[in-house]
């Protein structure tokens, strides 16, 4: 008797096979939306982050030169080891106040620079709590 006779074979078949790239189809659709928000979510919260620690060299600066905020990040180097880099490649800009004891933050992505929970957009410190 032959050990490969046809009646002995065994596999999948064709309904099974649909059956599972159907579920692992239904999977993706539900996972790669989350996926994604979750990306979008920690590139703003480092935006962010990255906006704090530049007003936290701004406060630096001015205890340093004993003088008002600078509107050049170029003039923060030494206070931050690495200028801070935006993970979606936006620009950071620093608008001092029309008293000269206040600053904000600013990323040129609109998604990033958006104060949270009604607060203005930019970071300044004292005001925005995010």
Do not use: W
């Amino acid at each position: 008797m032959n050990k490969f006779n046809k009646k002995n074979k065994r596999g999948f078949t064709l309904i099974e096979l649909l059956v599972t790239v159907l579920i692992l189809a239904i999977l993706m659709a539900i996972a790669l939306p989350l996926y994604l928000s979750a990306i979008a979510d920690s590139e703003r919260k480092t935006c962010r982050a990255n906006l704090q620690t530049i007003a936290n060299a701004e406060m630096a600066y001015r205890v340093r030169t004993r003088s008002g905020f600078t509107a050049t990040i170029g003039d923060l180097n030494g206070d931050l080891l690495n200028t801070p880099v935006c993970p979606n490649a936006g620009t950071y800009s620093v608008t001092v106040g029309t008293p000269a004891n206040s600053f904000t933050v600013h990323c040129d992505i609109a998604e990033h620079d958006a104060g949270g929970n009604g607060e203005s957009a930019g970071y300044s410190p004292g005001v925005n709590s995010q």
